[in-house]
């Protein structure tokens, strides 16, 4: 008797989780798509990556010679995958664009695959570097359209409490069938720099002021990559010391030799232990 209750009980307990189970498995929601990118530092595992809904192209950080990247831009699905592919749509979005079809983009299709037993595709973009981007931010805008295998899922995508944000922080809230594309070559001072601009814009410290020219230079002179002043862990005190003696060194012998290095406004670059004084704005006169 004893037995039977035992085994009465232990149904009534597990048979319900087992329906539940079933239940759970089966996905009753829209099968649709939107966009899956995710960014973050390269320290942290890409799992852990808020999903964006922009890409940041910077050709700052490729050599000269890299004149074209291609991307991959992720587009998720929700639903149960199947075991055919299964095309989805794309079109420019106006709204969000100011790049330019075969100036700073090469032109792409509008239909792209779901692969078969997946649940991710990509839509391959290729970006063009071009001169105005050393001055402006150019922008790709694209849009999920729906067809007859995916609706769009997020139209307002809510973030992911806690994923990220205590590190690179997340984006809340955004429409995830809305992909930007930022493209520039911009470059902005480092996290790293030893160098500011003091009363009279007056150049001062071991850098002086930042400058495209000056960092260009470093570069060149000492085999560097714009990305090693973004952390002490690469621009170690003692690299930056030598890099300011032997730059101060390089502007001394080219004025020495009547080749003086001015920056955009005129003036001579300053570093390390020049023996002049470099102000902002004022040129240098022979």
């Known amino acids: 008797m004893k037995k039977m209750i035992f085994w009465s009980v232990l149904l009534a307990i597990v048979l319900p989780f087992a329906s539940c189970k079933k ?16 960014s973050g530092p390269t320290w942290a595992a890409p799992a852990s990556w808020p999903f964006r809904p922009y890409t940041n192209v910077e050709f700052v950080k490729q050599p000269e010679a890299v004149q074209e990247l291609q991307l991959s831009i992720a587009v998720n699905i929700t639903g149960p995958v199947k075991d055919y592919d299964r095309p989805f749509k794309v079109v420019v ?8 079809a075969g100036v700073h983009y090469l032109p792409f299709g509008d239909t792209y695959n779901i692969p078969a ?36 899922s997020f139209p307002e995508w809510k973030a992911i409490p806690g994923l990220g944000e205590t590190t690179i922080g997340n984006d809340t809230a955004f429409d995830a069938s809305l992909h930007v594309i930022n493209i520039n070559d911009l470059m902005v001072q480092p996290a790293v720099w030893r160098g500011s601009v003091q ?13 495209r020219k000056k960092m260009e230079l ?35 012998n080219q004025f020495n030799a009547g080749t003086p ?18 102000y902002i704005g004022v040129p240098y006169h022979p």
């Not at 402006?136 to 805008?141: A, C």
Request: charged letters at 20%; aromatic letters at 10%; hydrophobic letters at 40%.
């Open 93 to 100: 979005n106006p709204d969000s664009t100011t790049a330019v």
């Open 23 to 38: 239940e759970m498995m089966e996905y009753e929601g829209m099968e649709g798509v939107y966009f899956g990118v995710r």
């Open 199 to 211: 009363d009279g814009n007056r150049e001062a410290g071991v850098w002086g002021a930042f400058t």
């Open 117 to 152: 037993n997946a649940i991710t595709g990509y839509i391959p973009i290729t970006v063009k570097r071009t001169p105005e981007m050393l001055n402006k931010n150019i922008r790709l805008g694209l849009r999920l359209v729906a067809n007859e295998h995916f609706g769009l």
């Open 261 to 278: 290095v001015l920056e955009d406004d005129g003036r001579l670059m300053f570093a390390g232990s020049v023996p002049w004084t470099s």
């Open 218 to 252: 470093m570069c060149q002179l000492f085999d560097l990559k714009y990305e090693d002043f973004a952390s002490e862990v690469t621009m170690t005190p003692v690299l930056v010391i030598l890099i300011s003696n032997e730059l101060g060194r390089y502007l001394i």
